[in-house]
């Protein structure tokens, strides 16, 4: 695994996707787990709006549940990218200590997350284009803000520049993996209809879902990232080693 994931040859779209799912099928429920911490507050907000009685209470819940996730998402998104870098280095994954990271890179990865998603929005407000372009200069910025020593300016910055030459793949990749997540998310969202919107399955197949669609598009990134600076910059597994001990 260390050898495909830190290898200099240019990635494609295919080889990017064949390399996301070998990974996440290898250490599926590590990866499921830490993935379901991540978007556990939107499972709960799938469940909670079934027991909503009128527009205040699901507004309530819906904004209660953003503002939870963006706690649990950002963390469980650097809890990835340690789990891609374990597997990098043929370990087993410890969830756990994953997490911990995730968590104890909080502050700076809610900083990225915040200032990228609000350059993004205003970029599809200005006619679409100048969004799409703004989320696939930022694309990197989360795992480098993760793995690197820089501010959030800076991390807005270095991602923009490692992603150059790379946009098209990033753009496959993640329309591919959005796709898919689209797809399970609307089937799953029909099942919770026909059955009667239960709470509790609702909360359950949400939960697992998102977990699992969600934690595929982590790891996506987290891969791309590793990548793409082993094409740019040679760096192999020992250069970042220290990063998340």
């Not at 503002?67 to 340690?82: E, Q, R």
């Not at 998603?117 to 006619?127: K, Q």
């Not at 300016?153 to 959005?178: H, P, Q």
């Not at 239960?198 to 990548?227: C, D, E, H, K, R």
Request: with cysteine; charged share 10%; glycine share 10%.
């Amino acid at each position: 695994m260390e050898a495909a994931i830190f290898s200099r040859e240019r990635p494609t779209v295919g080889s990017m996707l064949s390399l996301t799912f070998k990974l996440f099928s290898q250490h599926f429920v590590q990866l499921s787990l830490i993935g379901m911490v991540a978007f556990l507050p939107l499972a709960l907000m799938t469940a909670s709006q079934a027991l909503a009685q009128n527009l205040s209470m699901s507004v309530g819940i819906t904004v209660a549940g953003l503002l939870v996730l963006l706690f649990t998402f950002p963390a469980g998104y650097a809890a990835t990218l340690n789990a891609v870098f374990q597997a990098a280095q043929g370990r087993p994954i410890d969830v756990g200590q994953c997490l911990a990271t995730g968590f104890r890179k909080l502050p700076r990865t809610i900083g990225v997350m915040f200032v990228a998603s609000l350059l993004t929005t205003l970029g599809f407000f200005a006619l679409i284009v100048p969004g799409i372009i703004a989320y696939l200069a930022f694309f990197l910025s989360v795992p480098v803000v993760a793995v690197e020593d820089v501010t959030v300016g800076g991390a807005l910055s270095r991602s923009s520049e490692l992603i150059k030459g790379f946009r098209g793949m990033a753009f496959g990749t993640n329309f591919v993996l959005g796709l898919i997540s689209w797809c399970f998310s609307l089937a799953v969202g029909m099942l919770i209809v026909l059955l009667g919107n239960q709470p509790v399955l609702s909360f359950a197949l949400s939960l697992i879902i998102n977990g699992i669609t969600g934690g595929l598009g982590i790891v996506a990134a987290g891969l791309i990232y590793f990548v793409v600076r082993a094409n740019k910059e040679s760096i192999g597994v020992d250069a970042i080693a220290a990063v998340f001990d």
